[in-house]
Antibody
């Protein structure tokens, strides 16, 4: 059974960089069938797609966040990562990592999510 | 890239049917048959219920169905059950390798 697990600091100071890693177990991140993505959800609000990555390193970004987002993949560790720079309180959210089926275009497996708060 | 538009809330009684709309533009919903729907219970990760507009993943009840007309996609839940009470989100491919979610709809089973 595929599992995704987010990890990283739960508290980040304003203007600093948020860093999260998603560890994939039960399957290979190097499959040509999937992208790997990050989605966030501010408290009490809706979902927002942040970025996705292919195992080869090709990246795809939400235009509204692109200037602050770096997404990367480490196939040797079966992990992919997110960095969001210059964070503000508006970046406080539950961050999910998810597997994205390329051919059918949907997110089929999700991590449990991790809450990241931005506060001094 | 603006969020897709969903009603904030819908409600229905057990056994009834409800429909949740998801309105986009000719750049996303209207141009691609790539709308997916997600169910999210409080404190849980989203779960896909419909993909490619009308297809159900294995294990999803056939009480859930999807359709599309023009720039609006719809999710219909028939035979409402208490366990269907949750938040529902649509998501569409928006071109140029980008994706956009709807604002979410809270379903209340009366």
């Amino acid at each position: 059974q595929l599992q995704l697990q987010e990890s990283g600091p739960g508290l980040v100071k304003p203007s600093e960089t948020l860093s999260l890693t998603c560890t994939v177990s039960g399957g290979s991140i190097s499959s040509s069938t999937y992208y790997w993505g990050w989605i966030r959800q501010p408290p009490g609000k809706g979902l927002e797609w942040i970025a996705s990555i292919y195992y080869s390193g090709s990246t795809y970004h939400n235009p509204s966040l692109k200037s602050r987002v770096t997404i990367s993949v480490d196939t040797s560790k079966n992990q992919f990562s997110l960095k969001l720079s210059s964070v503000t309180a508006a970046d406080t959210a539950v961050y999910y990592c998810a597997r994205h089926v390329r051919s059918n275009d949907y997110f089929d497996y999700w991590g449990q999510g991790t809450l990241v708060s931005v506060s001094s | 890239q603006s969020a897709l538009t969903q009603p904030a809330s819908v409600s229905g009684s057990p056994g009834q049917s409800i429909t949740i709309s998801c309105t986009g533009t000719s750049s996303d919903v209207g141009s691609y048959n790539l709308v997916s729907w997600y169910q999210q219970h409080p404190g849980k990760a989203p779960k896909v219920m419909i993909y490619e507009g009308s297809k159900r993943p294995s294990g999803v009840s056939n009480r859930f169905s999807g359709s599309k007309s023009g720039n609006t996609a719809s999710l219909t839940i028939s035979g409402l059950q208490a366990e269907d009470e949750a938040d529902y989100y649509c998501c569409s491919y928006a071109g140029s390798s980008t994706w956009v979610f709807g604002g979410g709809t809270k379903l209340t089973v009366l």
